[in-house]
Each structure stands twice: as C-alpha cells, then as structure tokens.
Nanobody, 115 residues
C-alpha cells in the first residue's frame, strides 16, 4: 500500500515536500515514481528514482523538483520548489515497472498553487 501526503495550498514561488509511505514492500528495492494529474489532464509521471538512486524528471519540473528515498522510514519524498500555478494537481506515488505504475493507485495528495 502506498500513501501520499504533504499536499496543500501554497503561493506561487513557494515550496512543499510530499511524502509517500509504503507498507508491505521494501520501497528502496524498487524504482519509484511520482505522478500528477491536473484538472482535466491525464496522470503523468513527473519524477522517478531507480533502485540505484538514479533520478529523472520531466522538463517542466527539472531544477525545481527533487525525488529522494528515506530507506530507514520506507518513505519516498518529492521536494517541490519554486512552485507554479501549473503545478496544481493531485500527486500520487507508485512503484514502477519500466515506466509504468505497478500497483493500484492509492489516495493522492492535492497540491494547489495560487498565483
């Protein structure tokens, strides 16, 4: 089970740190991804980290978002800086198989960025 948290309302330029707690698996053994789904949009993968710690991001969040893994707490994080209104979305985490989500979607966390 994967549970995302940490969302909220923030002004443009602000920061948020999302967390994804995993149960039933050892998170750090897998490739992990953060997805988001904005209003009227499809769910897209915005950041991923391989089990070896290699990270990648979509262009629109490069240099602003940072994915990390806290193995001791079995939790993944997404640090989001310099937030923009277009970052407004529900954010989800999942284990990746290739670039596809592996498990059923848990409850996401809503991020709202005001201008």
């Amino acid at each position: 089970q994967l549970q995302a948290s940490g969302g909220g309302l923030v002004q443009a330029g602000g920061s948020l740190r999302l967390s994804c707690a995993a149960s039933g698996i050892i998170f750090s053994r897998y490739d992990v991804g953060w997805y988001r789904q904005g209003p009227g949009n499809e769910r897209v993968l915005v950041a991923q980290m391989s089990s070896r710690g290699i990270t990648s991001y979509i262009d629109s969040v490069k240099g602003r978002f940072f994915i990390s893994m806290d193995s001791a707490r079995n939790t993944a994080h997404l640090q989001m800086n310099s937030l923009r209104p277009e970052d407004t979305a529900v954010y989800y985490c999942n284990v990746l198989t290739g670039v596809s989500p592996t498990y059923n979607w848990g409850q996401g966390t809503l991020v709202t960025v005001s201008s």
